[in-house]
């Protein structure tokens, strides 16, 4: 695992953050290429919330960007023992999953979790387009009848490390896989060639460790709901490390979304504390120039 033993940051105060209308049209104009352009006017948690997603809407440009998202319960799990996954994310928890599908140019899951759960992947919560759907399935487990599949639109991918053929319209990403694993940088860098530079790792635990352990998330958002599962996968497979010292301790800011928390987490040179918004002494216009 690629770790750095730095002091823990401090999460500082959990800013509450509502993604208005106003915000969400702001965040969906800037993943559609205008320059970010916030409003002076927005109350303290709708610049909160423009603060959370501006890194993940594409501001900046910095492109591969690759972001997780995790839907949690108090101790860290993602579903029962017995399989349920359905709800252990609150209203507003699923609302934010959403928003972080809307603002992602593809969305990929394990061949696991489209068994288990078989997710349609699609943006139905919030206003915002369907990101493509990209399934890593190395040995052809996945049937070809699942809902990711479905045909609305949305570009369909599947990688694959086996010759299974795959309906009509769903690219296959062949990549070679050495005992089984394919490389998490040739996944990357194949679907940045294939016009995918943004994308959502959307879990589960297995999937989201290979990318988290190969360096290759620049951000990782956990959200976390107030339920306590008690046994049941996590939402974060990583290898076993014997020492606290070998954590990763990403720097952090923390919001609430009424049902849930989110913690937004800075991964590999990227700064959760890198402030979006502009100061008291900056124009808006200012500030884009100086961070872009
Ligand atoms: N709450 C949330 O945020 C959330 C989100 C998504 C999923 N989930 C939950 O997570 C659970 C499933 O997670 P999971 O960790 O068991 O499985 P997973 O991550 O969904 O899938 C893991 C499998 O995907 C394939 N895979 C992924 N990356 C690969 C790579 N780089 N190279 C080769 N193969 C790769 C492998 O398939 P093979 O096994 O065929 O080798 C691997 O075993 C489910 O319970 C689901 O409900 C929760």
Redesign the pocket.
């Known amino acids: 695992m690629t770790t750095e033993h730095a002091p823990a940051n401090g999460t500082g105060f959990a800013q509450q953050a509502e993604a208005s209308a106003a915000v969400w049209a702001a965040l969906l104009a800037v993943r559609g290429g205008a320059a970010p352009a916030p409003d002076p006017g927005w109350s303290p948690a709708e610049r909160a919330a423009w603060q959370l997603y501006l890194p993940l809407a594409g501001a900046g440009g910095r492109t591969p960007f690759w972001f997780g998202?995790?839907?949690?319960s108090l101790d860290g799990r993602?579903?029962t023992v017995a399989?349920d996954?359905t709800a252990?994310?609150g209203q507003q928890g699923l609302a934010h999953?959403h928003r972080c599908r809307a603002l992602a140019d593809a969305v990929i899951?394990?061949?696991?979790?489209?068994l288990?759960?078989d997710?349609r992947l699609t943006v139905r919560l919030v206003e915002g387009p369907n990101p493509a759907r990209v399934i890593?399935?190395?040995?052809g487990?996945m049937p070809n009848d699942v809902a990711a599949f479905a045909d609305d639109g949305a570009r369909r991918l599947v990688?694959q490390?086996c010759s299974t053929r795959r309906p009509r319209g769903v690219e296959v990403v062949a990549l070679p896989?050495c005992e089984?694993?394919?490389?998490?940088a040739a996944?990357r860098a194949t679907l940045a060639a294939r016009g995918l530079g943004r994308v959502l790792v959307?879990?589960?635990?297995?999937?989201?460790?290979?990318?988290l352990e190969a360096g290759l998330l620049e951000r990782l958002h956990v959200?976390i709901a107030p339920l306590i599962i008690g046994s049941?996968?996590s939402?974060l497979?990583t290898a076993p490390i014997a020492r606290l010292s070998d954590a990763l301790r990403p720097e952090t800011r923390v919001y609430g979304l009424e049902t849930d928390v989110v913690f937004d987490c800075a991964l590999a040179g990227g700064s959760a504390s890198t402030s979006t918004w502009p100061t008291k002494t900056e124009t808006a216009a200012e500030a884009v120039a100086v961070r872009a």
């Open positions: 998202q995790v839907g949690q993602v579903a399989g996954a252990v994310s999953l899951v394990g061949v696991c979790t489209a288990a759960d997710p890593v399935d190395p040995r487990r990688v490390a896989a089984g694993w394919i490389a998490p996944i959307e879990g589960g635990g297995r999937t989201l460790a290979g990318f959200a049941g996968p939402g497979r």
